[in-house]
Nanobody
Framework: QGQLVESGGGSVQAGGSLRLSCATSGSTYATYCMGWFRQAPGKEREGVAKINRYGNTYYAASVRGRFTISKDNAKNTLNLLMNSLKPEDTATYYC??????????????????????WGQGTQVTVSS
């Protein structure tokens, strides 16, 4: 199935920016629905953003207007640019692939159960 490897996490002050990357093991991931999720201690994993094969994107309301998901098909990477970070954005961030995504379209919503392959996560800490 290949693998996903996140990078780019770190510590930043509120209002700052970070760029996360997810390296994929092959070009086939360009055809799947890909997403970013996050999980804070004691909380359930929640969807952040997703992008389909055609570059159409969707964001959770909590990050809309601040985060941007993108793909670099030439480099086989999935990216998440996070601006205007808030302390409540602190979490471990995961990239994921929906290997069953039909035709490269994403299912509705941001449901973690729809995604089959996950990276190991990268920590993002935002201080006030």
């Amino acid at each position: 199935q290949g693998q996903l490897v996140e990078s780019g996490g770190g510590s930043v002050q509120a209002g700052g920016s970070l760029r996360l990357s997810c390296a994929t093991s092959g070009s086939t991931y360009a055809t799947y629905c890909m997403g970013w999720f996050r999980q804070a201690p004691g909380k359930e994993r929640e969807g952040v953003a997703k992008i389909n094969r055609y570059g159409n994107t969707y964001y959770a309301a909590s990050v809309r207007g601040r985060f941007t998901i993108s793909k670099d098909n030439a480099k086989n990477t999935l990216n998440l640019l996070m601006n205007s970070l808030k302390p409540e954005d602190t979490a471990t961030y995961y990239c994921a692939a929906d290997l069953a995504s039909s035709g490269g379209y994403c299912a509705s919503g941001l449901n973690a159960a729809q995604y089959d392959l996950w990276g190991q996560g990268t920590q993002v800490t935002v201080s006030s």
